[in-house]
């Protein structure tokens, strides 16, 4: 079963800019749909960006643009390119891969703090 490792956290001004990795073993990486996940304080888990795998992506509306989530399937890493990072941004962010349609691997968590 896969398993995914995440690094990338890390606590930055607002408008600054983070990129997180997940590192995924396994031999099927690229038939997983990959998403990025993030929580807040007091907050339900929330979809951030999501890429099939056919390469679509979609995004929440509050990062659309400012976000981007990509796969290298060569390498079995997906990633998160988050610029004008806003204190709104802070959560511990979470890799998620999608097995089957009802079966997640989720990643540790990694923090993202945005000060003002």
């Known amino acids: 079963q896969v398993q995914l490792v995440e690094s990338g956290g890390g606590l930055v001004q607002a408008g600054g800019s983070l990129r997180l990795s997940c590192a995924a073993s396994?031999?099927?990486?690229?038939?997983?749909?990959m998403g990025w996940f993030r929580q807040a304080p007091g907050k339900e888990r929330e979809s951030v960006a999501r890429?099939?795998?056919?390469?679509?992506?979609s995004y929440l509306d509050s990062v659309k643009g400012r976000f981007t989530i990509s796969r290298d399937n060569a390498n079995n890493t997906l990633y998160l390119q988050m610029n004008s990072l806003k204190p709104e941004d802070t959560a511990v962010y979470y890799c998620?891969?999608?097995?089957?349609?009802?079966?997640?691997?989720w990643g540790q968590g990694t923090q993202v703090t945005v000060s003002s």
């Open positions: 890429v099939s795998r056919s390469g679509y992506t």
């Open positions: 998620a891969a999608r097995l089957t349609s009802n079966t997640i691997v």
């Open positions: 396994g031999r099927t990486f690229s038939s997983y749909d």
